[in-house]
């Protein structure tokens, strides 16, 4: 599965700027009040229901008090653990960058699905910013090692919620069509929130071995503000390495201040690897390129940057 990510938070004066070095390491804090409350409240419940009617049991020397007690206490030791192993998994998935909550990437890490039937073999993102619409452009290529596959999946995510119908995606299958002459039409796959997951469909389904190249399209409006922002390419398929990766992020009209990158790896935190510089830029717009060799088939990088607010 492929999967890009891209919020941004509200407009924020220079002051407010945060500064960060090389090196810095991202912390974890959950973005919004924890989900197991009711869980661990209905543990408790259950504990005292049953400890109380087991002291009653024993003095009462009733057998069935006894035995209505033994179900609310494995009810309790069930909800627990299951409230405990939610609340590490929150932890485990949440993403912090700048000092800010990357919420859209933790939405993905909770429900992100790996790829097991296509491998990889290079991978290229563009992300066009311009105002507050985001436009991107994704392409993929390898080859199928499944019997037979229909489709690839893409995973969208923003911290604004942008539905479905608003995305204008389309969809290439460039193996079969390479002149781009039938567009094709992406289906959204789940549920319409924050993280989607679309489906773009091969114009003929792959056999193994048989090579690929896919590509798709979208455009998020009104998804982007000035002061912090981030956008994050993400990558989830079932292989340990990906020849090569790209990522180009270009910037129409007002240049950022700074573009951070941060690398997330599955169950670590963000890491500030690199400050990319523009490689070039024409027409007024400002062009950064990361170029990434030998990258893990399961990561994810968040592209932070300022502009400043007009």
Not at 196 to 208: D, M, N, Q, R, T
Not at 218 to 225: F, G, I, N, Q
Request: aromatic share 10%.
């Amino acid at each position: 599965m492929a999967g890009v990510a891209a919020a941004a938070h509200p407009c924020l004066t220079r002051s407010d700027q945060p500064h960060s070095t090389a090196g810095s390491i991202g912390q974890c804090r959950p973005p919004y009040p924890p989900m197991q409350f009711s869980l661990e409240s209905l543990a408790a419940v259950a504990t005292i229901l049953g400890t109380g009617l087991s002291i009653l049991a024993l003095i009462k020397s009733r057998d069935w008090l006894m035995f209505t007690s033994l179900p609310l206490i494995g009810v309790a030791i069930f909800a627990g653990l299951y409230a405990r192993r939610e609340r590490q998994a929150l932890k485990s998935a949440t993403v912090t960058v700048e000092g800010y909550s990357i919420d859209s990437l933790t939405a993905a890490n909770l429900k992100r699905r790996v790829n097991r039937s296509l491998i990889i073999q290079e991978a290229h993102h563009i992300a066009r910013i311009e105002g507050e619409d985001l436009h991107i452009e994704w392409t993929y290529a390898g080859y199928c090692r499944a019997k037979r596959e229909t489709a690839m999946e893409f995973s969208v995510e923003s911290a604004y919620a942008v539905t479905f119908a608003d995305l204008d995606c389309s969809g290439f299958d460039l193996a079969c069509d390479p002149a781009m002459q039938h567009q094709i039409q992406p289906v959204l796959i789940g549920t319409n929130g924050l993280s989607k997951k679309i489906s773009v469909p091969f114009l003929e389904p792959l056999h193994a071995q048989q090579p690929f190249r896919v590509m798709l399209r979208c455009t998020l409006p009104r998804c982007m503000t000035f002061g912090f922002a981030y956008y994050t390419a993400t990558l989830s398929f079932a292989q340990n390495r990906i020849r090569r990766s790209t990522v180009r992020l270009i910037f129409v009209g007002q240049k950022p201040r700074w573009v951070r990158v941060y690398e997330c790896s599955p169950g670590k935190q963000p890491v500030l690897i690199k400050n990319l510089a523009p490689t070039r830029g024409q027409d007024g717009d400002s062009d950064y390129l990361d170029v990434i060799g030998d990258t893990a088939g399961q990561s994810a990088r968040v592209y932070a940057f300022w502009r400043e607010t007009n």
